[in-house]
């Protein structure tokens, strides 16, 4: 058969990445040119996902070569890796050359990489080939499509989410290569209508007492509130109080009392939205963690997929 006239095959890929990260603590981070690409992953298959192959590779960050511990716990990746990574360049070199042997329209990912990436380039590497900045124009987030056609709307749902309607295990390795791995199965999946649609249910469920709960809350973090020292009010009528004065307070300070009080006062918030079942409306549940915030705690009632 002439080659001319042999039907083009149809690939899909399928791309994760991992990037510098840091926290606030870690002050040698150069945090103007942070979010360097450390790591990429990707999986390539037929129209009929029949996995075609794998590539996987370590980089070598320009600003920020030393890893914050934050960043090697998060990826898993060691100090000894990223020292002998090769650099972007010859990374998506690599990938160019693969998918020029898999071409593909699209590389899928899990989230929008392509502004990351985008970023990555503008401000780390702006002198990287155009070839292979078009690796980068080809990367399409499929999250609203394949929510679309599971759940009938695109919704915000993360990987691990996705993972648990597909009978995989409910994490997000934060390893390039596995989470590329893991779009192609849910990819697989959701398109083969082979998800678990008990699990799918739940899942929707889950979701919408999640985005009810994050509309209603006000207060995102704790207060900070005194707890050595009562202040008067200069407005009291008790006499033996001195108006603006510090006065100390014999039972721990006023943060104890005011907790126990916002405790007591959650308590009763419950039991008076519990219905027969025993279940408190999402919407309480958002104030009283609103409550906690003012305590100076933590909130504890967001909805968890069981």
Known sequence: MNSNT???????????????????????????????????GLVISDRNFNLQKKYYSVIHPIYNPKLTGYCKRL?????????????????????????????????????NDSNTLTHD??????????????????????????????FDKGMTVSLSDMKYICDLDHFTAHNA?????????????????TYNSTKAKQLQDYIQRRDTYH???????PF???????????????????????????????SGAFQDISFQYIEMLKNQYRDIKGDVPTEIL???????????????ECPKLE
């Open 75 to 111: 990826t898993g990746l060691t100090q000894e890796e990223i020292d002998k990574a090769p650099s972007y360049d010859e990374v998506f070199q690599e990938m160019y050359l693969l998918l020029q042997e898999y071409p593909v329209k699209e590389i899928f990912t899990w989230g």
């Open 224 to 254: 900070q509130i005194a707890d050595s020292v009562d202040y008067d009010d200069k407005n009291s009528s008790n006499p033996d109080r001195t108006a603006g004065k510090k006065k100390k307070n014999k039972n721990g300070g006023r």
């Open 177 to 193: 290569l596995e989470d590329a791995e893991d779009l192609y199965r849910i990819t697989k999946c959701c398109v083969q209508g």
């Open 121 to 150: 380039i503008e401000r780390n590497h702006k002198s990287v080939a155009r070839r292979h900045k078009r690796i980068v124009s080809l990367l399409r987030d499929i999250t609203k499509r394949l929510t679309k056609r599971v």
């Open 6 to 40: 042999t039907k083009k095959k149809t690939y899909y890929a399928f791309f994760d990445a991992e990037y510098t990260c840091y926290m606030e603590s870690d002050a040698y981070f150069d945090r103007e040119h942070g979010g360097e690409l450390i790591s990429v």
């Open 215 to 221: 509309q209603y809350r006000r207060f995102k973090k």
């Open 286 to 300: 958002a104030m009283c963690d609103d409550v906690r915030s003012l305590a100076g705690k933590e909130g504890v």
